[in-house]
């Protein structure tokens, strides 16, 4: 029995319903307000001589970073208290999180520099934030997008977070499944190499649980790199192949291409004046 | 002449609208520059226009000297304060304007001029004190530092603000200084760079009576003490403030309606056969008259044009005094980079500290939202197939719902502070 013919897109349909009904209900929660607030006191103080653009940037970026580290580490925190996540895991995983906190940081005080209105600016907010979500790789495969929307997929940093968080998590064996090496043999499963070659050994599910029929029970696998394998014929961004260092880098390139559109947004706006044209006459 | 002269200021702004082929526009402010596209085939041509939001506004205060811009609403007392302070965005301002002889630009601006806007921009979570210690770091980071703490509490009892110097200056969040005393600090925080000429929008606004009159004691007496120039925007200023100001400018519909010492307008409005009655203060009695929604047109427009006449004498005046060549410069600040640096990043550690909006509060609201989650989700605790799709969706609660809280924070601040306002 091959992987194909046990897996549906149910879950897809699952979680589309999820979040069709769950973002709404977030709308308006954007970040963008503080740093509104935040550079009209900055664009007053460039203003009157008091700081340089470049001087705040660096002062804030500085404390910024440790910052959004802290608050991964909130977040991430309670997962490992209470979910038993992979302790030996939490270092990649608090940098791959933070990164991803700091990327979206970075974007929400570039809206913020570039948009003076606080609530347009929250509104634009939402919208690049549903957008990362619409384009994770989650509620809609990456191959099924066209061209050239498919370019969100790439440039937004929740897809390259996901992945990494769901490598790192899916790091153990799953209890309930037991190797096998019978491609033949019913249910057994395994993936594929290539076409033609099983990926062995495979993995059977032979609890009790087995006894279901396929429509109640899924049989994901024994290794982690075999469940989120199976995840990833459903969800096409998952995969087993180790992409943490790519994921990091991709997202904290994100960081750095929004802060330096920041450096050129917060110079632009603070340092922004009308010179009065020496005209005497009209 | 070593003060602030600006000299046929003119703000412009255009734009398009359609009109029926040989209609006009009332708008006096309002003129033609010619039909720019008209079809034959069409009854309507669209028409390019200019408004003149300001137009040849001249004046001039000296060292010492504190100008009170008058004028009912719209008469363009922001929009010339914004001129001279290179803000007037959205049109084409022209005309003059200089500080000591130089011609004013964004450089000179920054070096010897200070702007405190009208709504103030205090760091709410810092102390005057506190403000004022750190725009002495920012301002003058060459002194030594005993010398800029002694500066501090030499500004912070100038300005009375002594009693309330460890007191948060408060803001959207909370309750924390007073109007007056906030427009004091933002004051202190402008004396502090030690400039030549001060730019005060609407200094009074908010405060009750006795408070703008302290406050525009107070600006008075710094004008004159420190010789500084100062320039107000006052929308409605009572007598007692009134007699503050060395010299006044009525503005309506951006034009001058009259320039001269405070002292000097009764008799120039009793010349023009505009009597002032007995039971009227000369403030109020100028908004009267300059107020084109209240009192005729045809008045108003007469009172514009008698003092069209009168300018061009004074303009003849004020020429004749040959500006010294660069005038005595105020020191300067100089730009530390470094320095500004640790500043900025000590001042900003403080806010993130005391600030629960910017991190304090997430993190608290992350840790709580992801606890809440990670217990919902505990039976994913067991690594068994049935919780596979459970750790799925914990991840992703996790990476998407920490993106929402990061701003839910800030929601709930908006919600606030409009409430507040």
Redesign the interface.
Known sequence: MTLKKCLTRL?SKLFLNMWVIGVPA?L???????YT?EF??IT??V??????P???Y???A??QVP?MF??GF??????Y????WTWSNIGLMLVV?ST??LA??AI?QLIAAVIEN??LG?MF??NI?FT??LFAG?LVPVEDIIWPLRAFCYSFP?RW??RS??YL??D??????EFCDNAGEPGCFFHYESSTSPMLPGWS?VND?SSRTDAE????GKTGAQ?ID??GVS?STLSSENTVAVDFLINAAIYFGAKLCLLVALHYRT???????????? | MAGLVFTDVSFTVSGSSKTKKGGGDPDDNTIDTGSVASSAASYVAKTSKKKHILRNVSGHVNSGGVLGILGPSGAGKTTLLNALTLTAFGGIAEGLVTLGGEPMNYNLFQKRCVCVEQFSRNWEFLTPRETVRFAADLYLPDLKKIERREKVETMLEKMGLQICADTKCGGTLFQGLSGGQQKRLSLAVALIKRPSLIFLDEPTSGLDAASATAIMEFVKNLAEVENLIIVVTIHQPSQKVYKLLSSVMLLSGGRVGYFGTSNGAVDYFSSIGRELPADLSIAEYMLDLANAEFSSTEDVNALLDAWDERRSNLTAAVDAVAPPKAAKVAKVMKYAGWKQYKTLTKRHLKLLVRDPLLYTGRALTFFGVCTFFSVVYVATRNREQTQVLNKVCVVLCCVVLCCVVLCCVVLCCVVLCLLWL
């Open positions: 879950f977030c308006g929660t954007v970040s963008v307000f503080s607030q009209a006191s007053s103080e203003r009157n001589g008091m700081v340089s470049t001087s705040y660096l002062a804030n500085t404390i910052a802290f608050l909130c977040a991430l925190l309670p997962q208290l209470f979910v038993d999180y991803t906190l979206f940081e929400a606080a609530l929250m907010y939402m934030w990362c979500f989650i929740l977070c996901f968080m769901a998590e899916f153990e064996n799953f209890s309930g499944a599910c649980e029970f899924v049989c994901f469940v199976t995840l969800y340092k922004k004046h009308a010179n009065i044209s020496e005209v005497i006459s009209l």
